[in-house]
């Protein structure tokens, strides 16, 4: 899958979660507004069945019928009834009515009446109605007074007037209760309304929000499950084009590799049949040098090949035995210091080990040494200077390896250890390898238990430092 497919792959995943997530988004919107929508009723309904008890039982048990008057409809007592038989007819009917509806009430929806109004009654009214219509929630409510432009009764507890100011214990619920939504106005007639009955619920943001917190929490899951297999798979297709591509390289150099010595093979051989040659005995020991060689270059590939088919499978068991790193070191130095001659080169040691023996596989860890000492070789094209460390470090040791070469990037060195991994050297391709030494040294550290890092930077070259532990702790089979 080439890199267009997996952008527009990238692309339209994007598109339809940011689509998905927005269609979610308005959906819980709609699903608090509905929720809201229904709370309110209910809060309408309940404020409006508490407004009727109140004005009921503030009229009492004076009230007993009522009568339409001129498209007018009064409240009449007993006393105002028996008015209404002695003056009836007559015009002092309806003065006399008025001041005795006045005298009785202060005037029906006065402020009067407000103050009529029974605190511990009221509680039970609204707790009542609220339970009426399953509300649970904690509230606050109030009786305001227009002609005082304060509240009687907060909470249950009657606001005392003291000059101009007011008093109550309750005084911080006082502007939630003014600006709430919830309000119903009492003893109206017509225009005049002496008041009206308050009520706040503190709560009923998170009452909302809990309304349809399983769908939000179940939506984000679900959501966040999504993005996860998406991001995921993008990054197994990247991983898997790396792979390949990496693979294809390494089929690549294995074939130059093999190519070469096969080549070179097939040429010695037939210059060893020719008839001017068969008869030279030196010329013949010579190619069959040259044949014996690359036989043994052959061999030395196919043998790195089968090395990491083994490692993958984890079917080897580590031959543990006591190791001093520094002969490995100097073997290693010895080796690598005469290819590095070539190149005006130099390969220093540095020994401050005072404990250099460990427990370990003595061909893996002479292997790993070479192969760091050899990377460090291709990848100083110029005059190599490679120095070698041994320290002790805590339980183990550490060995160092730095030269002078090409360095590498930040992105390269997360993927140094990779297996068929190759850090490009541009246009040039004069570094041989198949890509495994690096991972090869991996999986030998990992086996011994130790740890492998480097440090390196463009053009100034590249350390690798080791850690092994001096004993055995866990063995790979």
Not at 156 to 182: A, C, K, P, W
Not at 218 to 229: A, E, K, N, R
Not at 289 to 315: F, H, P, T, W, Y
Request: proline letters at 2%; charged letters at 25%.
């Amino acid at each position: 899958m080439g890199k267009k497919s997996i952008w527009i792959i990238v692309i339209l995943m994007s598109t339809a979660l940011i689509g998905l997530s927005i269609i979610q988004f308005v959906w819980i919107k709609w699903s608090i507004d509905l929720s809201e929508k229904n709370f309110n009723d209910k809060v309408l309904i309940a404020i409006s069945r508490t407004k009727d008890r109140i004005q009921a039982d503030v009229k009492g048990n004076d009230i007993l019928t009522y009568a339409n008057q001129s498209k007018k409809t009064k409240f009449i007592s007993e006393e105002q009834l028996n008015l209404k038989k002695k003056y009836s007819g007559t015009s002092d009917w309806e003065r006399r009515l008025d001041l005795s509806m006045g005298s009785k009430y202060g005037g029906l929806g006065s402020n009067a009446s407000l103050e009529q109004i029974n605190k511990k009654k009221l509680d039970n009214y609204i707790r009542h109605a609220l339970d009426e219509q399953g509300i649970e929630l904690d509230y606050d409510y109030g009786i305001f007074s227009n002609r005082q432009n304060n509240f009687l009764i907060i909470n249950g507890n009657y606001v005392v007037s003291i000059g101009d100011s007011q008093v109550s214990d309750m005084e911080s619920d006082r502007r939630s209760l003014y600006d709430s939504d919830y309000k119903i106005p009492l003893f109206e007639e017509g225009e005049n309304v002496p008041g009206y009955l308050n009520l706040y619920f503190p709560q009923k943001g998170q009452f909302l929000i809990n309304s349809v917190l399983k769908n939000i929490l179940s939506s984000i899951l679900f959501t966040g499950l999504i993005l996860f297999c998406f991001i995921y798979t993008i990054n197994v297709i990247v991983r898997q084009k790396k792979v390949s591509e990496m693979k294809n390289d390494f089929i690549n150099n294995m074939t130059h590799e093999f190519k070469t010595p096969i080549a070179t093979i097939s040429l010695a051989s037939d210059s060893i049949l020719n008839p001017n040659i068969i008869g030279d005995q030196s010329k013949i020991k010579r190619f069959l040098g040259i044949i014996k060689q690359e036989n043994k270059r052959m061999l030395s590939q196919v043998e790195k090949v089968l090395q990491m088919a083994v490692l993958d499978r984890k079917d080897f068991t580590l031959n543990r035995t006591e190791v001093n790193m520094i002969d490995v070191v100097n073997q290693a130095a010895t080796h690598t210091g005469l290819l590095v001659q070539g190149k005006d080169g130099i390969v220093r040691t540095h020994i401050r080990s005072e404990r250099p023996t460990i427990i370990a596989d003595h061909t893996h860890i002479s292997n790993l040494v070479h192969n760091l000492l050899d990377n460090a070789y291709k990848y100083s094209p110029d005059k190599p200077a490679i120095d070698i460390t041994l320290e002790d470090k805590g339980k183990g040791v550490k060995i160092t390896i730095k030269d002078n070469g090409i360095g590498m990037s930040s992105e390269n060195q997360k993927n140094i250890f990779d297996k068929f991994y190759r850090v490009h050297t541009g246009n040039l391709h004069d570094v041989k390898g198949f890509g495994l030494g690096l991972s090869y040294v991996k999986a030998i550290v990992d086996a011994h238990g130790g740890t492998i890092s480097v440090q390196s930077e463009l053009g100034k070259g590249s350390s690798f430092i080791v850690t092994l532990p001096r004993e055995a702790k866990r063995s790979m089979n």
